[in-house]
């Protein structure tokens, strides 16, 4: 079970992009992360369609976070880049095979997608990047 | 988020397998799906190495169950197809990507993941073709 890498590029843009203050070149994303501008070119295109990213043609150009880094839901994220098609094609045609009707399978295929979108919703993009120091703990403790 | 094609045949010939008796010809399990006889073959090949079925060659051959249906854990089988490769690059080669160390997506799609086979796992072949009648809630009280 492996995710399309068109979403393993926009979580890392994103990830950048929440790290980073104004407007990023593509170029200079591409090149921290060492994989092909024209790639990321077309993440960019389809994070700034959801909304996740605005974009600014020309020279001074680049992208950006549209919102706060806290308002990116990382589950929304992968949903709609991976699509929720069921992980077997039976999921959303259950035509497509004989063993319909009747099988359990499926009903629990769906079941377990569920489960693993469950882990990465409510997860925001602020939390993937937020570098809590050793006090973090303490910090939560009452005062006075 | 998508399922291999070998995962689905391997699953589908599982279930023909649990429903039939004896030793069945791959020509009428790929009959029966409409699949192709060809990646059915390095499919059973592939449940053979692992255990689960039994091949026999020549005249009167075929493929059989090796054991009970309730022996196959449809998690191992999910698994054993898919590969525990973790979802993305980053989770068995951090080093792939520069966020490491410090990034917190990795730890959370590891823990999707197990939610998914968690789901899946426990749950026995013999589970996925139990056809149970409208009685069977009854069935589980107690008698007299």
């Known amino acids: 079970m492996r995710l399309r890498l068109q979403t393993d590029y926009a979580l890392r843009v994103l990830i950048y992009l929440a790290r980073s203050d104004g407007l ?10 060492d994989v092909s501008r024209e790639h990321l070119v077309k993440v960019v295109q389809a994070l700034a369609r959801h909304g996740w990213v605005t974009t600014r043609a020309g020279r001074g150009g680049g992208v950006r976070l549209t919102g706060s880094a806290a308002d990116v839901d990382v589950g929304e994220v992968v949903a709609a880049f991976e699509g929720r098609q069921g992980v077997l094609e ?55």
Do not use: H, N, Q
Request: glycine fraction near 8%; hydrophobic fraction near 45%; aromatic fraction near 4%.
């Open 24 to 33: 990023v070149r593509v170029e200079s994303v591409a090149e921290a992360y």
């Open 90 to 144: 039976c999921v959303l045609e259950p035509e497509t095979c004989v063993l319909e009707p009747g099988c359990r399978l499926r009903r629990k295929l769906i079941e377990a997608e569920a489960a693993f979108y469950a882990v990465l919703e409510g997860m925001t993009l602020a939390d993937l990047v937020a570098r809590p120091g050793p006090s973090t703990g303490l910090a939560r403790l009452p005062v006075g």
